[in-house]
């Protein structure tokens, strides 16, 4: 018989790493091969679309708004990673394949005295947005440690709009 490991990560999976090690064996026990493991690498910042999926409804369940145009913006160069889409028309995108991998936001490594807060304001973004996006950075916060020089973190940059002084009416 055949046997075929899938494995679908999920929300709050990103930048995970797993070791899934089995062994393969004949029906009857008389063969059996060596031990073999694989490793799992979930990678931030990226998002498999899916049928049905759009730019829109994609950027709709990440960062609560409806401007795609960031995605759009974040896939429309080419990166250098032969797995992620150059997204060159948004109404094409599942046109190229069943499951189309694309960029959800930007890279960060994070610095010697960078905190969450501070990189929010800088991105013009939120705390909460942050660690929703990388879920293993609210384990951090939680414990009171700080963020890690060099870890790799996932920001959608200005998903919040800045606060502009109301304008005085009164002539």
């Not at 679908?8 to 089995?22: H, L, M, P, Q």
């Not at 889409?85 to 960029?103: C, E, K």
């Not at 990189?119 to 009171?144: G, R, W, Y």
Request: include cysteine; charged fraction near 20%.
């Amino acid at each position: 018989s055949r046997y075929i490991l899938v494995y679908k990560a999920r929300r709050g999976d990103e930048g995970r790493r797993d070791t899934v090690c089995f062994t393969a064996r004949d029906g009857f026990d008389v063969v059996r091969l060596p031990t073999t493991c694989v490793t799992i690498h979930v990678k931030r910042c990226v998002y498999c679309m899916q049928e049905g999926d759009t730019l829109q409804s994609v950027m709709r369940s990440l960062a609560l708004d409806y401007n795609w145009l960031r995605i759009w913006s974040a896939n429309g160069n080419e990166d250098g990673d032969p797995e992620t889409t150059t997204v060159t028309n948004p109404d094409s995108l599942m046109t190229q394949g069943p499951q189309q991998i694309i960029n959800i936001g930007s890279l960060y490594y994070v610095e010697e005295e960078d905190t969450v807060s501070g990189l929010a304001s800088l991105f013009q973004t939120t705390a909460k947005h942050i660690i929703s996006m990388n879920p293993d950075v609210e384990a951090l916060v939680n414990t009171s440690r700080i963020l890690v020089p060099g870890q790799e973190i996932c920001i959608i940059p200005c998903s919040v709009l800045p606060i502009v002084p109301e304008r005085n009416t009164f002539g």
